[in-house]
């Protein structure tokens, strides 16, 4: 099984790296302009994805085991590139201030993207470790990149501080779950954790449970899981917007997709998920709550998308605990068309990539004019821009999840997957903050189309900037009206009977414990 | 791909191009509209000969519980209705080429009517109802936006409002109806042999005992489609939901108050749109789901009565009105009337056929008023036309088809389908016969005094002296409706719509005892008479006067429901608007918005007050809540 045969699954990951190192000393040596560069970034995006693509999603390990390949990761691999590819676009043609050493803000993208990509694919705790590692500290650069600026350079320094912290817990975690198992392969973890509750009684092994708690610590940082949020507004705000935007959709799927493979690859089984699940349970409500009420004071646009970010984490994260096998309820049949909580976690995500970057855009261009945009400097947009005026609206409104756009069905989902599995008391805190979150999504709506604008000079909008404003427009609506694009898009890729690991935790012979914590109380 | 899907994409593709870009340039929308409505009319064509089958339907929607498929019906019903519409359509586009010649936007127009004829085409073709009633908004939008075409004008505007307000009144009702179907049936298809079998599912005994006991009810909330368990009361209750759809669309009597405003749109509009087609899709939706509908017979009862009601109101109105686009409104209410007062009373083909004829010469109607108004450069008052018979003779000549044609002449298309209804109605109680024989009358008199008005007599304005006959493009869909307007009732009833009752599982529908043979104690005869009755009265009283020797107020101001329903609305609106004020400052803003305002302000406020630097802070919040996860987890349980 674990042969180099299978190295061609890396192939993506190593193109982009290469690729990026090329482009670095061609920078070097050779004049290239910002436009060149991105597009031959581009181009090394594209055939990365064409390289995924190419893939089937029978699962397998590679790389010695440090990896494994399936639908899941197929899927992942190609939302990040996906996310690279609009982030490049953006960096060069949308945002034309940030130019000073352009090339690096084009190319560091690559770099993360390949971390993500590995992230995506890991089935080892320390290559889990590494990628993240990529992944953060190209974007503690990126953040900082306006270094001229006084918020930029603060939410430089906040995200790095927190950024390592955030990396002490989760490699200390690891150290914990290594120590007592003896081993950091996901695929062996499950049996090694086994083997120790055999010595205690079945009862889970404290040392383990502590692991597991101080590796969530580490992952709700990326994910901006409440309390692990604090940096998120800040940097949101501080950082230029496709980063934002990259760190809001990409940064965010890596930590879920970490997650996943960590909660419910490895500790998914009884005795664990009453560690976790009560754990993310309190995360993700404590993260909707937060989020959403939060958000409704806020003036600052993109302050107030860092805090719908947080709320959106929330959602996110009642989906995958209503992935957990562990928990019974109405369970569907194992059809292909299953809908199960990783199919809305993926859906979830699809949906907030159009409406993020949609809305990113958006205010790229507004804030080309007008630095540190407020609500009140998007009065009477409707008739200086109708086109702007118009996306920023679909993507608010997709993202509080009103009907027919594409962020409804992602809530619905999510909806759908928590009431089948019983989880009650989130489906009420899930609710109710779908509902809060509509009023400061409405807010910026009001102020575009019924406030008088302060300067009537129309707002022109490029030829590109606008073809994709109106692509992604028409996604975000036909997504969330022909619902069923959203499954198919979804399904093939995740259902792929994801995570090999899993069918190794299925069997645990220990005789159930109760389970207890929020998840299970009704 | 299967041709079938043309008649959807077509238009849709040219209504996109003319939004997206084309609407600039009003020859290239033209063409795109045009040419959408030609590949439309071609498709329905090849389809209707059967050359093209039904496409097979992709899912669009399939959560647990409830899968809605993109998909088409295509049996006699929905062909013959597909070839009105495409076919009046096509004409229609055709007119409007010259009618708007001179209107700089009309390039949004025809955009416009490609959204309509998208919309409207996806209605008839509809598998279902969750399909069928987002191409019912669809329509409404259209014709939100072509009412309200000219949006310069105040009253166009308002006019575009009042519809669109009336129809989201009335579609709340059919959204409710159409819930409560699902709810039932466990099901949303309007396929004929799917409802053929809940018709048979739901006439089992227990079905139309009471409700035992809500606890099935409750159970039924999780799983639909347990049939058994429900009362006939729920069933009446989904009728009558389902019916409002159809208040709202066909404009029956108590919201039909938007048709007759809606005639500020455009005259081609007004003969596709409110007149042609989308008014009488609310029949069609009924004649549809005909089957669920005679699982009551109280909601029948009352759809009858109200189809019955507008009728004669509407037709009673029309007798004292002045504007030449107004009168054919209320004469197309009175006709919806009739054709729901069809279905009411057990005849679903005739109403289907008198939809068919009624479209063909109502928009010959329209279209000729269109002409009329043309020549006289927008003029619509009947006593400032006159003498106009010979001037403009084209227009003449088809205006008076269409008006012989409606009043119900025969051998025209209209006596055939208004005699079987008529049939229809004495068979289901003889009040409504005699109402529809006075409506005929009513209607014989009012488009006489119309045609007897505008195109008789001595002219009575300078406009009219001089008139100009309109442009071929305009005349040619005249005499092709005039033609169809005099041959349509031989042939439609007998190869269309009679072939899909009878292929139907109708024949479990008519064991109640209604027969479909004419009794013999009537005889077309009787209204006949009144309609000649109607005609020479009206001619005696109306050539050659200079002004109108009837004056019955109370129909000239609609029987005050205009004036009753401003009333009414301005104080429901000031007590409504005062109850929202004291729910909004006392309850939204003071205690939700407020209450969270000040916990999200003071965690804000926590968050700003370390934002100069205080770094630690978040470090510290950060291992904190890290600390305290892991205790509660751990430990405190």
């Excluded at chain 1, 560069?37 to 089937?56: E, K, P, Q, R, V």
């Excluded at chain 1, 299925?506 to 159930?512: I, M, S, W």
């Excluded at chain 2, 099901?187 to 005994?205: E, N, W």
């Excluded at chain 2, 005259?267 to 939706?285: D, E, F, K, R």
Aim: with cysteine; hydrophobic share 55%; proline share 4%.
């Amino acid at each position: 099984m674990l042969s180099s045969a299978y190295v061609p699954y890396l192939a993506p990951e190593m193109l982009l790296t290469v690729w990026a190192m090329l482009l670095l000393l061609a920078d070097a040596f050779l004049s290239l302009t910002p436009r060149a560069m991105a597009a031959l970034s581009l181009a090394g995006i594209l055939s990365a994805t064409l390289l995924t693509l190419g893939f089937n999603t029978t699962p397998l390990l590679y790389w010695g085991g440090l990896c494994s390949w399936d639908g899941a990761a197929k899927f992942y691999h190609v939302f990040f590139l996906a996310v690279a590819a609009l982030v490049t676009w953006m960096a060069d043609d949308v945002q034309k201030p940030v130019r000073s050493g352009a090339s690096e803000f084009i190319i560091l993208p690559l770099f993360t993207t390949a971390g993500l990509m590995l992230l995506s694919s890991a089935n080892d705790f320390m290559l889990l470790f590494v990628a993240l590692e990529l992944v953060t500290i190209s974007f503690y650069i990126l953040v900082a990149y306006q270094r001229r600026s006084v918020i930029a350079l603060e939410a430089g320094v906040k995200y790095l501080i927190l950024g390592a912290l955030s990396s002490a817990f989760l490699v200390m975690g690891v150290a914990y779950i290594f120590g007592l198992t003896g081993t950091t392969l996901f695929t062996s973890t499950t049996p090694g954790v086994d083997s120790i509750a055999n010595h205690f009684h079945n009862d889970f092994p404290v040392g383990v449970a502590f692991g597991l708690l101080l590796v969530l610590t580490g992952i709700g940082f990326k994910i901006a899981m409440v309390p692990f949020h604090s940096w998120a507004p800040d940097v949101y705000e501080g950082a230029p917007n496709s980063i934002t935007a990259f760190l809001s959709v990409g940064s965010k799927a890596g930590g879920l997709i970490m997650l996943i493979r960590v909660v419910l690859g490895v500790f998914d089984h009884s005795t664990a998920a009453a560690i976790w699940i009560p754990a993310l349970s309190i995360g993700a409500i404590l993260s909707l709550i937060l989020g959403n009420l939060a958000a409704i004071p806020q003036r600052n646009l993109k302050r107030l998308l860092g805090y719908s970010s947080i709320g959106h984490s929330g959602f996110i994260l009642v989906a995958i605990i209503a992935a957990s096998a562990t928990l019974t309820g109405t369970a569907y049949t194992q059809s292909p068309n299953d809908l199960t909580g990783q199919v809305a976690v993926a859906a979830y995500l699809v949906t907030y990539l159009l409406a993020t970057f949609t809305a990113f855009i958006v205010l790229a261009v507004l804030e080309r004019r007008l630095p540190g945009l407020e609500i009140h400097h998007l009065a009477g947009l409707s008739q200086r821009s109708p086109l702007l005026a118009a996306a920023f609206a679909l993507s608010l409104i997709s993202m509080a999840g009103v009907p027919p756009m594409s962020g409804f069905i992602a809530k619905f989902y999510v909806v759908l997957v928590a009431w089948n599995k019983g989880l009650y008391t989130l489906l009420g805190f899930t609710i109710f903050a779908a509902v809060a979150a509509l009023y400061y999504y409405l807010g910026p709506i009001k102020t575009m189309y019924w406030s008088e604008p302060l300067d009537e000079a129309p707002i022109r909008v490029e030829r590109t900037t606008r073809h994709v404003l109106v692509i992604l427009m028409i996604l975000l609506v036909l997504t969330g009206f022909w619902a069923q694009s959203i499954s198919i898009l979804v399904h093939n890729a995740v259902i792929g009977k994801g995570v090999p690991a899993a069918s190794a935790v299925a069997v645990n012979k220990e005789p159930r414990r109760k389970q207890r914590g929020i998840a299970d109380s009704e | 791909m299967d041709l079938a899907w043309f008649l959807l994409l077509a238009p849709l593709a040219a209504s996109i191009a003319i939004l997206l870009n084309l609407h600039r340039k009003p020859n290239y929308a033209i063409g795109a509209s045009v040419g959408s409505a030609s590949v439309c009319f071609l498709t329905a064509l090849a389809v209707a000969t059967g050359a093209v089958k039904a496409p097979t339907p992709f899912e669009w929607i399939s959560v647990p519980g409830l899968t809605v498929d993109i998909g088409m019906i295509l049996d006699p019903l929905s062909k013959g209705m597909l070839l009105v519409v495409t076919g009046v359509g096509l004409l229609v586009h055709i007119f409007s080429i010259g009618y708007m010649a001179h209107d700089p936007s009309r390039g949004r127009f025809f955009g416009g009517l490609s959204i309509f004829m998208f919309s409207m085409t996806g209605i008839v073709l509809a598998d279902n109802l969750i399909m069928l009633f987002l191409f019912w908004e669809g329509v409404g939008l259209s014709s939100y936006l072509l009412i309200g075409f000219w949006y310069e004008k105040e009253s166009a505007a308002q006019a575009a409002n009042k519809a669109f307000v009336c129809n989201r009144i009335a579609d709340f009702g059919f959204m409710l109806g159409i819930i409560t179907f699902w709810w039932i049936m466990g099901t949303v298809s309007v396929d004929p042999q799917i409802l053929g079998q809940c018709y048979a599912k739901a006439s089992m005994p227990q079905f139309s005992s009471t409700l035992q006991e809500w606890g099935a009810a409750q159970t039924l909330i999780l799983h639909p489609g347990g049939i058994s368990a429900h009362s006939a009361e729920l069933v009446t209750l989904m009728v009558v939901a389902l019916f409002c759809g159809c208040i709202g669309k066909s404009a029956m009597f108590p919201l039909h108050v938007w048709l007759p405003d809606a005639m500020e749109g455009p005259t081609p509009v007004s003969a596709l749109i409110h007149a042609a087609t989308m008014v009488a899709a609310g029949v069609y939706m009924l004649c549809r789901i005909y089957p669920i509908l005679a699982l009551s017979q109280a909601g029948m009862f009352l759809i009858a009565c109200t189809g019955c009601f507008t009728a004669i109101f509407a037709a009673l109105i029309a007798v004292q009105q002045n504007d030449i686009k107004r009168i054919l409104a209320y004469s197309t209410l009175s006709q919806l009337g009739y054709m729901v007062m069809a279905v009411g009373c057990g005849g679903p083909d005739a109403a289907m056929f008198h939809l068919t004829t009624h479209a063909f010469f109502k928009a010959l109607l329209f279209l000729a008023a269109g002409s009329v108004i043309h020549a006289l450069h927008e003029e619509q008052d009947i006593w400032k036309m006159g003498g106009l018979w010979n001037k403009i003779p084209l227009t003449f000549w088809t205006f008076a088809i269409g008006m012989i044609a409606l009043s119900g002449v025969p051998p025209f298309a209209g006596f055939f389908s208004k005699d079987y209804i008529l049939t229809v109605a004495y068979t289901y109680g003889h009040g409504f016969y005699w109402v529809g024989v006075v409506t005929a009358f009513l209607t014989a008199f009012y488009m006489t005094r119309l045609v007897a008005v505008a195109f008789f007599g001595p002219p009575r304005t300078d406009a009219a002296k001089h008139p100009h006959e309109s442009p071929p493009v305009m005349t040619v869909p005249l005499v092709i409706l005039a033609v169809l307007s005099v041959i349509g009732g031989w042939g439609v009833y007998e190869f269309g719509i009679q072939s899909y009752y009878h292929n139907w599982s109708l024949d479990v529908l008519r064991d109640d005892g209604i027969s479909y043979q004419a009794p013999a104690e009537i005889s077309s005869a009787v209204p006949s008479g009144f309609v000649f009755f109607g005609i020479l009265l009206s001619a005696f009283l109306y050539v050659n006067t200079a002004s109108d020797p009837l004056n019955i107020p109370v129909l000239a101001r609609k029987f005050y429901i205009d004036e009753f329903y401003d009333n009414v609305l301005v104080v429901l609106q000031q007590i409504c608007a005062n109850i929202v004020a004291w729910f909004d400052s006392w309850i939204l803003e003071g205690l939700i918005l407020r209450g969270a305002a000040y916990l999200s302000a003071g965690l804000g406020e926590l968050l700003r007050l370390f934002q100069t630097g205080s770094l630690q802070t978040y470090a510290y919040i950060f291992t904190l809540g890290g600390g305290i996860l892991i205790y509660i987890t751990l430990f405190a349980h």
